[in-house]
Nanobody, 114 residues
Framework: VQLQASGGGLVQTGGSLTLSCAAS????????VGWYRQAPGNQRSLVVY???????NSINSVKGRFTMSRDNAKNEAYLQMNSLEPRDTAVYYC?????????WGQGTQVTVSS
């Protein structure tokens, strides 16, 4: 199983980024997929997730700003991030939970400057 996250970068406050998670060896559409983030000194935490049925949910601080989607044909998940704020600065990871086992990608850095 490999999860390759990409799309991070440096943006100004109010800017946008789209993260991608390319999966191999595991199905994005058949499993729970989440975007997580970890800021320096903090634990990794769930930001937004999508169930196998396609429903999504997110933490309150990103509601209305972050949108998760997936492309079943490409076996990829995406995180559209708008109105970025400095507090969104972190390493972002995609994670897949399949039958209770968790798989992680390598993470992509998102830095939002004020």
């Amino acid at each position: 199983v490999q999860l390759q996250a990409s799309g991070g970068g440096l943006v100004q406050t109010g800017g946008s980024l789209t993260l991608s998670c390319a999966a191999s060896g595991i199905s994005i559409s058949n499993n729970f997929v989440g975007w997580y983030r970890q800021a320096p000194g903090n634990q990794r935490s769930l930001v937004v997730y999508m169930s196998s049925g396609g429903s999504t949910n997110s933490i309150n601080s990103v509601k209305g700003r972050f949108t998760m989607s997936r492309d079943n044909a490409k076996n990829e998940a995406y995180l559209q991030m708008n109105s970025l704020e400095p507090r969104d600065t972190a390493v972002y990871y995609c994670g897949v939970n399949s039958a209770g086992r968790e798989y992680w990608g390598q993470g992509t850095q998102v830095t939002v400057s004020s």
